[in-house]
């Protein structure tokens, strides 16, 4: 399966990718943090510094068994987390050895912008590394507060400035809308901050309230004001309206990129691509096999140690779930899917209600349409738009 769509001559990707490519992925879970924020509910620890050396050992040993058992070349890896950037450039340079890869794979590791210097973001660099993604969520202090972050406004553009020293032409800025507290004006501002960096890739996620974090403790006692949707929504059509006026091009529910810049490795996610995985928590699919990790370092570590598989489970999708998927995830990006005729009225009634566009014998969603994606997704597959397995 393909894990990212052809390149024409300009760079720019074309059409949605052929199946049957040898082209594969590989994410890398870094779960390691210097401070958790307040809205983080993903397999991640604060207090685990100490397992970073024992840890990266062992993604280098799971690394070299998948390519023992015949694990493809990459053509994209994507070390995520959790904060990757506390990985000094020698532990990147390790982790990355061990992954065969093709000339000129996609390697991205994703930064706090507290997290590096001149030095580590030059040693990335020469490790291979040629596109990172920083996490800046705002550029209002007062957002980042109440998000838990450790950056302020100017960290931004000093790391952005220091990537740019040390060679890297490829950058995203991931951006969060929603935070109790931030106005309209506060998300203009911070797209406008953003923007300015002249980053080549801008991702917008809306905040969701999770449970157990201390954000949502907050939220649940009051102290803190429950996310407005509706002010999601406005934040995203005015993420949109900014980036497309600047010369981004909407690709995917939650990204935009210049011409030719979007992300190879989350592409192959959405147009059914396979890739391995390492570290703790860390998901795979290969080969109609669906695999994920066990959550914690320290699991990880002894699974590995042990010689034993570090998967918690895993599970093969039918073909009509399979189908589904794909339908589903198609519809997120700018490529869109093909519909079976017996979903016609349905879609009839999508596309009069501005949620859907069709393009060739493809259909795409409107920006109002992806403020309701899953909706969208769940009437045309109600209505058969996914056609026999």
């Not at 699919?285 to 699974?303: D, I, K, M, S």
């Not at 998967?311 to 779930?321: I, N, Q, R, V, W």
């Not at 501005?354 to 309701?372: A, F, N, Y």
């Amino acid at each position: 399966m393909s894990s990212g769509a052809p390149l024409g001559e300009d760079g720019a990707v074309s059409a949605p990718p052929p199946t049957g490519t040898d082209a594969y992925g590989v994410y890398v879970h870094v779960p390691f943090c210097s401070v958790r924020c307040d809205y983080c509910d993903f397999a991640t620890w604060a207090d685990r510094a100490h397992l970073i050396d024992a840890y990266v050992e062992a993604v280098v040993t799971d690394l070299e068994r998948q390519r023992l058992a015949g694990a493809p070349v990459a053509s994209t890896v994507f070390l995520g987390g959790g904060t990757p950037s506390l990985l000094d450039g020698p532990q990147v340079a390790r982790v990355l050895d061990a992954i065969p890869r093709i000339p000129g794979a996609e390697v991205t590791v994703e930064c706090n912008p507290d997290a590096v210097d001149a030095g580590r973001l030059a040693a990335y660099r020469a490790a291979g590394v040629d596109r990172l993604s920083f996490g800046v969520q705002s550029m209002s202090a007062h957002v980042l507060r109440a998000l838990g972050r450790t950056h302020d406004p100017a960290n931004v553009a000093r790391a952005v400035d220091l990537a740019r020293a040390a060679g890297f032409a490829r950058l995203n800025l991931d951006l969060i809308t929603g935070t109790p507290g931030e106005t309209l004006e506060d998300w203009r501002r911070t797209l406008e901050g953003a923007l300015a960096l002249e980053p080549e890739h801008v991702s917008v996620y809306a905040l969701t309230v999770e449970p157990g974090t201390p954000l949502g403790r907050r939220v649940a006692s009051g102290a803190a004001p429950d996310v407005d949707e509706d002010a999601q929504a406005d934040a995203y059509l005015l993420a949109d309206a900014a980036l497309t006026a600047a010369g981004y091009e909407w690709y995917e529910i939650s990204n935009w990129a210049r011409p030719g810049e979007e992300c190879r490795h989350n592409l192959g996610y959405w147009l059914g691509g396979e890739w391995g995985a390492a570290g703790c928590a860390a998901h795979g699919f290969r080969a109609g096999r669906r695999w994920w990790n066990v959550r914690t370092p320290e699991r990880y570590l002894e699974r590995i140690a042990a010689g034993a598989d570090p998967a918690s489970g895993d599970e093969a999708l039918g073909p009509d779930a399979a189908a589904e998927e794909a339908f589903g995830l198609g519809l997120r990006t700018r490529f869109g899917v093909r519909v079976d005729p017996r979903a016609d009225a349905a879609l009839a009634d999508l596309v009069a209600g501005d949620l859907v566009r069709r393009s060739g014998d493809r259909i795409v969603l409107t920006p109002r349409g992806r403020l309701v994606a899953s909706d969208v997704t769940a009437r045309l597959v109600l209505a058969g738009a996914v056609g026999p397995a």
